[in-house]
């Protein structure tokens, strides 16, 4: 079955840096892709839908400044945490339709800001 | 208001027993999805099972049924003969106006599944 792979698994990273998140669909074209962060024992919550080719469409008060997004190929989108911070540790996860029935999700990139 | 509600933060269920895990989505949409998705200690994201909102049965996956009432709009989980590789976080999720393009998936917050040997 179609696959999305996230890389990396978990990131360490000083505050102040920025981190990139990769997301690859394997085997199927996924014009469209969306970025959920998890905080511990919580829900998913959708951060943004990332479009190949056209700027990303962010959620509610999640800051696209901080969050970039880059959606170059039609099997590759980027999530990039700029000027990390302690507050933005969380994991990240990445998912792709196949079809209208089928989510697939990435592994996730457990995120800590020290 | 919430998309999806799972009024049960956390379950224990005995090891080889069945378990239901409630569902329940609010939307105006004539056409959507509802989803089930295990998750481990690891985060991984593990489907279970899908049930589209013309589908007429319920949908089975295995261990796992779904026991949709469109009218109540409930959309509960069961897990028949539970193991212990059970024991997970379990996450409902509704997918609406899919017919008119790409819309992700929004989550209930969850339930915890514990299985007692």
């Known amino acids: 079955g179609a696959v999305v792979s996230q890389h990396p698994s978990w990131v360490i990273c000083k505050s102040g840096t920025s981190v990139k998140i990769e997301c690859r669909s394997l085997?199927?074209?996924?014009?469209?892709m969306f970025w959920y962060r998890q905080f511990p024992k919580q829900s998913l919550m959708l951060m943004a839908t990332?479009?190949?080719?056209?700027?990303?469409?962010?959620e509610q008060g999640v800051e696209k400044d901080k969050f970039l997004i880059n959606h170059a190929s039609l099997t590759l989108s980027t999530l990039t945490v700029t000027s990390a911070h302690p507050e933005d540790s969380s994991f990240y996860i990445c998912?792709?339709?196949?079809?209208?029935?089928?989510?697939?999700f990435g592994q996730g990139t457990r995120l800590t800001v020290v | 208001a919430q998309k999806i509600t799972q009024t049960q933060p956390g379950m224990f269920v005995q090891e080889k027993e069945a378990v239901t895990l409630d569902c329940t989505y609010d939307?105006?949409?004539?056409?959507?999805?509802l989803f089930w998705y295990k998750q481990p200690s690891s985060g991984e994201m593990i489907f279970l099972i899908y049930?589209?909102?013309?589908?007429?049965q319920n949908a089975t996956e295995g261990r796992y049924s779904l026991n949709f009432q469109k009218a109540r709009k409930s959309a509960n989980l069961v897990i028949s003969a539970s193991q212990l590789g059970d024991s997970a976080m379990y996450f409902c999720a509704m997918r609406e106006g899919w017919r008119s393009g790409n819309t992700p998936l929004v989550f209930g917050k969850g339930t915890r599944l514990s299985v007692i040997a």
């Open positions: 990332s479009n190949e080719g056209s700027k990303a469409t962010y």
């Open positions: 049930q589209g909102s013309y589908d007429e």
């Open positions: 939307t105006s949409d004539q056409s959507y999805g």
């Open positions: 085997d199927f074209q996924a014009t469209t």
């Open positions: 998912s792709a339709m196949w079809g209208s029935t089928e989510a697939f």
